[in-house]
């Protein structure tokens, strides 16, 4: 088990950046594949973005896909989401979560076992 600590969420106008991070403690944060995830108030939580164990391989839900990033430093056991061109309808909690995998090269949008508590991401209008 992997334990998970998001920060960087906060209040951004539409068009504007935020910077996520997830911060792991536990076991080894290299041997887990990583996603964020995000719920908005009303609905059910959806993927958002996913990472190989080491960061080689990554992949997006379409609605954010050329104006977010994920990425991770291994040797400081965090990932991180960077949000660019933020809309509206991007506010909502986000989710970091851990998968443990022996794969180098596949990444995950569900089975994820390990999550963190979330960060609220509001975008004004």
């Known amino acids: 088990q992997v334990q998970l600590v998001e920060s960087g969420g906060g209040l951004v106008q539409a068009g504007g950046s935020l910077r996520l991070a997830c911060a792991a403690s536990?076991?080894?944060?290299?041997?887990?594949?990583m996603g964020w995830f995000r719920q908005a108030p009303g609905k059910e939580r959806e993927f958002v973005a996913a990472?190989?164990?080491?960061?080689?391989?990554?992949y997006y839900t379409d609605s954010v896909r050329g104006r977010f990033t994920i990425s991770r430093d291994n040797a400081k056991n965090t990932v991180f989401l960077q949000m660019n061109s933020l809309k509206p309808e991007d506010t909502a909690v986000y989710y970091c979560?851990?998968?443990?995998?022996?794969?180098?090269?596949?990444?995950?949008?569900?089975?994820?076992?390990?999550w963190g508590q979330g960060t609220q991401v509001t975008v004004s209008s």
């Open positions: 979560a851990g998968r443990s995998t022996s794969s180098q090269t596949t990444w995950f949008t569900t089975g994820y076992d390990d």
């Open positions: 536990g076991r080894a944060f290299s041997n887990y594949a």
């Open positions: 990472s190989t164990r080491s960061g080689g391989y990554t």
